[in-house]
């Protein structure tokens, strides 16, 4: 009886252990599942909130790029020579036009110095033009500049260290013999050979005509010609044929005298 009623207690016990591991499997599976499922849409949604990060930090740089595309940024102008707006406004007109280009006060959006003031340091001015060639223009003729005087185009911060890097690069691709410049943060390199194949192509593109071409003209010149030719016969023979009344009328003057009337 005993022994029974031990092995009856073992058979529960291991019973007992096979519902509570089923149970805990059970329990850690279902768990884990809605983990699963919740770690999924937290993963999306940090996704989908990077993707509109991304997004803004675009839009943001753009238009931050277009505030800035019509600026100019002019260094060394002193402090004390203009203290007002209108007083820098006209000053930056006064550089401009000694530097040969035709310049009104309208064409000047806005005008303000960056950075904080100090002593004995003259903070740069940031000039915002009204159109963007007028801005192109000036730095053309940027050479003409009084001396002491700067410029430079408005690029964000991040750009300028950019552009500072770039350069060792573009002075190395100069020494190779290669055209590089910047623009904007990138790095335009063009080769010899492909500086000098575009070349030929312009030129061949500029070439009045070819053989081909010339032949093709002539004969068509000399068909032309032919035609005309055909055409001013043709005018003269009918002409010559088409009844003229002048005929008619020197004909029976010059018949009356050959035949004068008998009384």
């Known amino acids: 009886m005993e022994k029974s009623m031990e092995i009856l207690l073992a058979k529960l016990d291991e019973k007992l252990d096979q519902q509570t591991k089923l149970i805990t499997t059970t329990v850690t599976q279902n768990v884990m599942a809605a983990l699963d499922e919740k770690f999924k849409a937290i993963t999306e949604e940090n996704t989908q909130l990077k993707n509109k990060i991304s997004e803004l930090e675009l839009k943001l740089k753009f238009a931050d790029k277009d ?4 600026n100019l940024v002019f260094f060394g102008i ?4 203009a203290t ?39 903070r740069p001015v940031v000039v915002s033009l009204t159109t963007t060639w007028k801005k ?34 573009v002075e190395e691709e100069k020494n190779k013999g290669n055209i590089a410049f910047i623009k ?71 018949a009356s005298l050959s035949n004068p009337s008998k009384n």
């Open 67 to 70: 505030k800035r595309k019509n």
């Open 184 to 254: 904007y943060d990138k790095l335009i390199i063009k080769k010899t050979h492909e500086s000098n194949r575009e070349k030929r192509k312009r030129e061949t593109s500029r070439s009045p005509k070819t053989p081909s071409q010339k032949k093709v003209n002539a004969s068509n010149t000399q068909s032309t010609s032919t035609t005309l030719n055909n055409a001013s016969s043709k005018t003269a023979t009918k002409e010559t044929m088409r009844p003229n009344i002048l005929n008619y009328i020197e004909r029976g003057r010059s």
């Open 84 to 122: 007002t707006e209108t007083e820098l406004v006209d000053y930056i007109k006064d550089i401009i036009l000694e530097m040969g280009v035709h310049f009104e006060t309208f064409e000047i959006n806005n005008t303000y110095r960056i950075g904080k003031k100090e002593l004995d340091k003259n």
């Open 78 to 81: 002193e402090e004390g020579k």
């Open 136 to 169: 192109h223009m000036i730095l053309r003729n940027r050479r003409n500049l009084q001396e002491g005087i700067n410029i430079k185009e408005d690029y964000p911060k991040e750009i300028i260290e950019k552009r500072k890097q770039l350069q060792r690069q």
